[in-house]
């Protein structure tokens, strides 16, 4: 069994000011520092496809009040509530309805990786939906936020989570199935090779994610085949 504790976000991250997240440009622009807003950020990835700029002027004035870096989360307050994801680019400016959560202190209590996670999962997810205001467009702020707890597990279980690999599968019978390997995925490819086909046990779970639930199988052991 692992001992896993919770404590509140307020504990280990910290936040970007308020008056740093509301945009202040009135142009706009197809080039200058990017500027992520709630529209870009998605559940576990940021869509570049909504481009939007704001000047180096506006860019430095920002940093005056709080930076946001690569590796940052990047979390949705409202419009949509609750989206989550890594910051993946060095250089930019996070806009409207976006909150920068950035450990602080000199020992990391965990991962932003696994952090993000436990953001998007159905446990967060409640509290969120407890916590939140407004009937047609639902929202957190701030100071609740900070109060939401988020699990802790040891550093070894941490990375035991982390290394999980998740496959898109077909049976030879046709059936797709999505299949999770807790392993390193660097040894993992080493062992694949050129390798198109693999033969594994398994034992098979129920996936429940915001309500949906989906089949997946949990590989404990395997080999790969070139036929």
């Keep these: 069994d692992v001992e896993i504790c ?3 976000i307020s504990e ?3 936040n970007l000011p308020a008056d740093l997240i509301v945009t202040t440009s009135k142009v706009k622009r197809d080039y200058g520092v990017p500027l992520i807003t709630a529209k870009n950020v998605k559940k576990g990835y940021i869509d570049y496809s909504i481009k939007e ?3 180096h002027e506006e860019f430095r004035q920002r940093q005056t009040r709080g930076i946001s870096h690569k590796g940052d989360i990047l979390f949705s307050t409202e419009a949509p509530m609750g989206n989550a994801a890594l910051a993946d680019i060095n250089e930019f ?3 409207q309805r976006l909150i920068t959560f950035q450990q602080y202190g000199e020992c990391i209590e965990i991962s932003n990786e696994l952090m993000m996670l436990f953001i998007l999962s ?3 997810q409640n509290q969120l939906s407890i916590q939140c205001t407004g009937t047609t467009v639902k929202g957190i702020k701030a100071e609740k936020l900070k109060r939401l707890l988020i699990p802790i ?12 690999i998740k496959l898109a599968l077909k049976s030879s019978q046709g059936t ?4 999770m390997i807790f392993e390193d995925e660097d040894e993992f490819r080493e062992k694949m090779g050129t390798a198109k086909y693999i033969t594994c046990t398994y034992y098979p ?5 915001q309500g949906y639930k989906s089949l997946q199988i949990n590989i404990q052991n395997y080999f790969f085949v070139e036929e």
Excluded: K, M, T
């Design 153 to 164: 597990p040891p550093l070894a279980e941490q990375q035991r989570i982390l290394n999980v």
């Design 12 to 14: 280990i991250e910290s």
């Design 53 to 55: 700029y704001i000047s």
């Design 93 to 95: 400016s996070a806009g």
């Design 176 to 179: 797709r199935i999505d299949g």
């Design 122 to 124: 159905d446990c967060f």
């Design 205 to 209: 779970v129920i996936n429940e994610y």
């Design 6 to 8: 919770q404590i509140r």
